[in-house]
């Protein structure tokens, strides 16, 4: 058993597993904290089914990947963690967020109650606590011996243009306005100082490096990898404040944080690794093909450079890795949307009563179930949703329909709709700019339209419309199968 699954940290000895493994954050004071080590802890006690550990040594190009694609493709999604990785001293931890019951028992809650949770964090939000030291300075790398040689930085598919960091979370200051922000943007690693930051146009980083290059600066900002599964889901809020506050809302206690070595940015001190430098606002260099979560390789475009200045990790540290082309980028980056949309929707339209955006959509798809009660709100309800986010695809359905289980949808689709009447399009709508399938808005122009699809799979108010044939319902939702199979 390694040392960070036994939970404690040399600092004090215990006859049985902690509740939440202790560090020695000052020299003698125990602290009970929030971090991804606790997590696995978790899962090991509460979910011991949820968390595979694979001693086989595994190349970081390709093979690690492959272990979990074939995992993938036979419905396996425990969180994985690879001992050895070749030429690597850290192990390697992925599918931290492949279902939503991973995000339920990061924060104790039920995978129907995740998406509340969220709104609730964002709603009571609290600051992050400043603290002398923390286990993310174990070890303190700067100069020549800040290299990113020393992470098994992992190359997933065939045809990316190199290893990719993919679960590092952001943490930029506004040399402007003194404000913070935290995102996930992946990284091609360029050199052993140089990395990617693959920002979209939209995102608040974007913003932050566009307002730094008008005035001639660029911008201090650390890389932090390995943390408690919350800052992941933080990371993914809509609004415009600052994720480690709604991290600490997430957790219910402030998320502890160090000043950085080289730059002006506190980091969280109990994460696993953090890479310091800048996002240099005067260079690009060309990010792709990179197999992106619509399951297809992203062309090579232009992204900013970040600069390393300095990389802190604890004494033992866990690499942490997002799959890009599996369910746990699309778990994390939907709960986002989830949580804006059905507070948007819900306000709008107030017999709606859950969303889900499916993994089977890639993120472009959301499933909306309402209690209609009147003829026309199945139609007014699609328009809304599309209106609430850029979804490609809206299926409204009724409450009777379960809108975490696609086949239940589209039995739907097939039962309760008529292509030429309960289908609408609207063109000539902005989704993606990865949407393969874009077109342009003129003649050589840039391909980013699409075409938007409502789909209103609700059934018709008419008392004769036919009733759902099965056995009496309460006998057989209280049939237990123990009772009746061998
Ligand atoms: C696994 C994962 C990878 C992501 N990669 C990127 C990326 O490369 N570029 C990007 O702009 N957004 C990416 N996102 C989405 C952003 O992290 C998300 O939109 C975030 O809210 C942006 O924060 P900001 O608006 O504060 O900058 C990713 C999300 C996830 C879950
Ligand atoms: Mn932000």
Redesign the pocket.
């Given at each position: 058993m390694p040392a960070w699954m036994s939970g404690s940290r040399g600092c004090l000895s215990l006859g049985r597993p902690p509740t939440f493994p202790l560090m020695c954050r000052s020299n003698t004071v125990p602290v009970m904290t929030a971090d991804l080590r606790s997590f696995l802890d978790t899962l090991e006690r509460n979910a011991p089914e949820l968390l595979v550990r694979v001693d086989r040594e595994v190349d970081p190009r390709w093979e690690l990947s492959s272990v979990q694609r074939r995992l993938q493709a036979d419905g396996d999604l425990p969180v994985l963690v690879f001992d050895r990785v070749a030429d690597h001293a850290m192990p390697v931890v992925t599918n931290l967020?492949s279902t939503k019951q991973h995000l339920a028992l990061a924060l104790g809650t039920t995978p129907e109650r995740v998406v509340e949770r969220f709104g609730e964090a964002q709603a009571n939000r609290i600051a992050p606590r400043e603290v002398a030291s923390g286990p993310v300075k174990d070890v303190v790398l700067t100069g020549d011996r800040a290299g990113l040689g020393i992470l098994p930085v992992l190359t997933h598919c065939e045809k990316d243009a190199g290893p990719y960091l993919?679960?590092g979370m952001t943490i930029a200051r506004d040399p402007d306005s003194g404000a913070l922000?935290?995102?996930?943007?992946?990284?091609l690693v360029l050199s052993s100082k140089t990395l990617t930051m693959?920002?979209?146009p939209?995102?608040?980083?974007?913003?932050?490096a566009r307002r730094a290059e008008e005035k001639g600066r660029h911008v201090d900002a650390a890389i932090v990898i390995g943390h408690h599964p919350a800052l992941?889901m933080a990371?993914?809020?809509?609004s415009?404040e600052y994720?480690l506050e709604t991290m600490g809302g997430l957790l219910g206690e402030p998320v502890d944080v160090v000043q950085a070595e080289t730059v002006d940015v506190p980091v969280p001190a109990d994460a696993e690794i953090v890479i310091e430098g800048r996002i240099r606002t005067d260079a690009w260099e060309d990010d792709g093909p990179f197999g992106d979560?619509w399951l297809y390789y992203a062309p090579p475009k232009p992204a900013r450079v970040f600069e390393v200045t300095a990389i802190t990790h604890r004494s033992d540290p866990l690499y942490h890795d997002?799959f890009?082309v599996g369910p746990?980028?699309?778990v994390?980056?939907s709960l986002?949307m989830e949580g804006v949309v059905f507070s948007q929707l819900k306000a709008l339209v107030p017999q709606v009563v859950a969303i889900n955006v499916p993994v089977s959509g890639a993120g472009n798809l959301v499933y909306v179930q309402i209690r209609k009660d009147f003829e026309g709100l199945g139609v007014n309800t699609a328009l809304a949703a599309l209106g609430a986010y850029r979804f490609k695809c809206a299926v409204v359905v009724d409450e009777d329909v379960d809108i975490y289980d696609d086949a239940s949808v589209l039995w739907a689709i097939m039962t309760r709709t008529q292509a030429d009447r309960s289908f609408f399009t609207a063109p000539g709508s902005y989704i993606s700019r990865v949407d393969p399938t874009g077109y342009p808005a003129y003649p050589g122009g840039p391909p980013l339209l699409s075409t938007r699809l409502g789909i209103d799979a609700t059934r018709p108010l008419d008392p004769d419309f036919p009733e759902v044939a099965e056995p009496p319902s309460a006998l057989w939702r209280g049939i237990d199968p123990k009772d009746y199979l061998p």
């Amino acid at each position: 058993m390694p040392a960070w699954m036994s939970g404690s940290r040399g600092c004090l000895s215990l006859g049985r597993p902690p509740t939440f493994p202790l560090m020695c954050r000052s020299n003698t004071v125990p602290v009970m904290t929030a971090d991804l080590r606790s997590f696995l802890d978790t899962l090991e006690r509460n979910a011991p089914e949820l968390l595979v550990r694979v001693d086989r040594e595994v190349d970081p190009r390709w093979e690690l990947s492959s272990v979990q694609r074939r995992l993938q493709a036979d419905g396996d999604l425990p969180v994985l963690v690879f001992d050895r990785v070749a030429d690597h001293a850290m192990p390697v931890v992925t599918n931290l967020f492949s279902t939503k019951q991973h995000l339920a028992l990061a924060l104790g809650t039920t995978p129907e109650r995740v998406v509340e949770r969220f709104g609730e964090a964002q709603a009571n939000r609290i600051a992050p606590r400043e603290v002398a030291s923390g286990p993310v300075k174990d070890v303190v790398l700067t100069g020549d011996r800040a290299g990113l040689g020393i992470l098994p930085v992992l190359t997933h598919c065939e045809k990316d243009a190199g290893p990719y960091l993919t679960a590092g979370m952001t943490i930029a200051r506004d040399p402007d306005s003194g404000a913070l922000n935290a995102g996930i943007y992946r990284h091609l690693v360029l050199s052993s100082k140089t990395l990617t930051m693959n920002m979209a146009p939209l995102c608040h980083a974007s913003e932050i490096a566009r307002r730094a290059e008008e005035k001639g600066r660029h911008v201090d900002a650390a890389i932090v990898i390995g943390h408690h599964p919350a800052l992941g889901m933080a990371s993914q809020q809509r609004s415009a404040e600052y994720e480690l506050e709604t991290m600490g809302g997430l957790l219910g206690e402030p998320v502890d944080v160090v000043q950085a070595e080289t730059v002006d940015v506190p980091v969280p001190a109990d994460a696993e690794i953090v890479i310091e430098g800048r996002i240099r606002t005067d260079a690009w260099e060309d990010d792709g093909p990179f197999g992106d979560y619509w399951l297809y390789y992203a062309p090579p475009k232009p992204a900013r450079v970040f600069e390393v200045t300095a990389i802190t990790h604890r004494s033992d540290p866990l690499y942490h890795d997002i799959f890009p082309v599996g369910p746990e980028h699309l778990v994390l980056f939907s709960l986002g949307m989830e949580g804006v949309v059905f507070s948007q929707l819900k306000a709008l339209v107030p017999q709606v009563v859950a969303i889900n955006v499916p993994v089977s959509g890639a993120g472009n798809l959301v499933y909306v179930q309402i209690r209609k009660d009147f003829e026309g709100l199945g139609v007014n309800t699609a328009l809304a949703a599309l209106g609430a986010y850029r979804f490609k695809c809206a299926v409204v359905v009724d409450e009777d329909v379960d809108i975490y289980d696609d086949a239940s949808v589209l039995w739907a689709i097939m039962t309760r709709t008529q292509a030429d009447r309960s289908f609408f399009t609207a063109p000539g709508s902005y989704i993606s700019r990865v949407d393969p399938t874009g077109y342009p808005a003129y003649p050589g122009g840039p391909p980013l339209l699409s075409t938007r699809l409502g789909i209103d799979a609700t059934r018709p108010l008419d008392p004769d419309f036919p009733e759902v044939a099965e056995p009496p319902s309460a006998l057989w939702r209280g049939i237990d199968p123990k009772d009746y199979l061998p």
